[in-house]
């Protein structure tokens, strides 16, 4: 099946949101402003992958009268950011839904072999009960978000949604593959992968870019 008719992939398609990859694609964007336009790009996914929230009922009082409104529980939620780059996106979704309880886990791409290697998770104890959106900007070979995903799974987490910025076709087959029916939201979905299982045409490191680790990007 074509990847864009698959009923889990969801590829954002938003004039401002495309203007705003395009900045993050740019080589001379810097450190501050490529951090911001990823909490920004965030804000705007984030909206559409929480569109599916149940709300309840609460009792307020407008200056007119006492009326039930839509409340969301954000008890029910749970970000969980996949070191290092995910933390980029973390910001944005709490602008959304403040105070909401957040994950971690830790894992990087070995540089030889491309698979991840984990050394950091801390999830809720409670993660079975929550909506997860787990966060990661690159899905590239798909191996990190796989593994992250197994990984919320043997804690015990029932509903979880993937939100990417940019994707690989070879990426988003894996993702499909291993989690069928597990949503996908992307921003913008890619050529292919190079030899080093880089993005093209991408927009290089991404955690190297949100956190100034490679020399002549900060401003
Ligand atoms: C990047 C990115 C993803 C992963 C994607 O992280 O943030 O986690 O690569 O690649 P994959 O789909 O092929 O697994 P990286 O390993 O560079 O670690 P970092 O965020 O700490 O820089
Ligand atoms: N990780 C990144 O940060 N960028 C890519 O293009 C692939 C993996």
């Known amino acids: 099946m074509a990847i864009k ?7 954002l398609d938003h004039p401002l949101l495309k203007h705003k990859i ?15 336009l990823v909490r920004e790009v965030s804000i705007l996914e984030g909206y559409e992958a929480l569109k599916h929230l149940k709300t309840t009922l609460e009792e307020i009082e407008t200056p007119l009268e006492k009326s039930m409104e839509p409340v969301v529980d954000r008890k029910s939620l749970c970000f969980v950011p996949i070191l290092r780059a995910g933390l980029g996106m973390v910001e944005g979704m709490l602008e959304l839904v403040p105070g909401c309880t957040c994950g971690h886990i830790g894992l990087y791409r070995d540089e030889v072999t491309k698979e991840p290697v984990e050394y950091y998770c801390k999830l809720p104890s409670d993660i079975s009960e929550k909506n997860v959106y787990l ?24 509903r979880i949604t993937f939100i990417s910025i940019i994707a690989a076709p070879e990426g988003v087959e894996a993702f499909c593959k291993a989690y069928p029916d597990i949503p996908l939201v992307i921003g913008a979905l ?30």
């Open 135 to 158: 966060l990661d900007p690159m899905l590239a070979t798909g191996g990190s978000a796989i593994d992250a995903v197994r990984i919320l799974k043997e804690h015990g987490a029932k």
């Open 190 to 219: 890619d050529r292919c992968l190079d030899e080093r299982a880089y993005i093209c045409p991408g927009l290089g490191d991404c955690g190297d870019r949100i956190f100034g680790t490679t020399k002549g990007t900060t401003s």
């Open 22 to 36: 395009t900045k993050l694609r740019d080589k001379t964007t810097k450190t501050n402003e490529f951090k911001s």
């Open 5 to 11: 008719n698959h009923p889990n992939v969801t590829i």
